[in-house]
């Protein structure tokens, strides 16, 4: 059974910094496609980021050159460095993970953990 489990969020005030975490079991962070997603009240889940199975990243427009996504395969986790936060980073962070190489759909998903940025 596959299992992700994100922690590392808080609140945290405009220019700060947080990194999230992702713990996987029964999957494998290596050779597969993981993302970080995020929902802000009101809003449609959005991806911020994307780490290929081979190491390749894709940024979200609004987050790039603040947030570093990355994996450790000896941990199994993946995480999400965010620098320079702003009110609107404020959301629901999800950890993402897909069967296969694929980044274009995610089939396991984590809980959640709430990012608040006030000003």
């Known amino acids: 059974q596959v299992q992700l489990v994100e922690s590392g969020g808080g609140s945290v005030q405009a220019g700060g910094s947080l990194r999230l975490s992702c713990a996987a079991s029964?999957?494998?962070?290596?050779?597969?496609?993981m993302a970080w997603f995020r929902q802000a009240p009101g809003e449609q889940r959005e991806r911020v980021a994307h780490?290929?199975?081979?190491?390749?990243?894709i940024y979200g427009a609004s987050v790039k050159d603040r947030f570093t996504i990355s994996k450790d395969n000896a941990n199994n986790s993946m995480y999400l460095q965010m620098s320079t936060l702003k009110p609107g980073d404020t959301a629901i962070y999800y950890c993402?993970?897909?069967?296969?190489?694929?980044?274009?759909?995610?089939?396991?998903w984590g809980q959640g953990t709430q990012v608040t940025v006030s000003s």
């Open positions: 780490i290929g199975s081979n190491g390749d990243t």
């Open positions: 029964g999957y494998s962070v290596y050779g597969y496609c």
């Open positions: 993402a993970a897909a069967r296969g190489i694929s980044c274009y759909s995610y089939q396991y």
